[in-house]
């Protein structure tokens, strides 16, 4: 079975990355089901399905991963999304809140992690996110930066 990851890099049944990364099962299922949970989870804690495919469109265009924008733009469009979602996925800052805040969380965190402080947090929840939304958020933010990562590296270990 084709994972996302495996979309993202352009691999293959037939290509050899494909099948090393089943030599550890464990690392494509855990994978497959972190995005699962992160996109569409049971309890999506008020991170409606369409907000969390905009802020991964956001994420991966930042990556200037043009595989995963291509993944994400797509789902997001099946969801026929606000006009203020669109905007938010074409990397706009929104100028009304949450979106605002949530637009330069995701960017900072995925730009610019290491300058990450304790205020962050704060401004999410000074704009109405609940603790367990931000763990969502954060959750979101990270897959999708590691799942461009590791798409990335596959990209490049094809191509050596």
Known sequence: MIDAVDQAAGLSP???LFSARRFRPEFVEGAEICRLSVLQPDNNQGLDADLRLALALRIAA???????VEQ???QLDALTPAPELLALAAGETPHAEPLATLARHADKITLTPSEAVESDITRLTAVGLSTPQIVAL???IAFVNFQSK???GLRLMRSA
Do not use: C, W
Request: net charge negative.
């Open 138 to 140: 954060s959750e979101l």
């Open 62 to 68: 930042l990556n200037a991963d043009s595989a995963l």
């Open 150 to 152: 590791v798409a990335t």
């Open 72 to 74: 994400y733009r797509a």
């Open 14 to 16: 037939d290509d050899t």
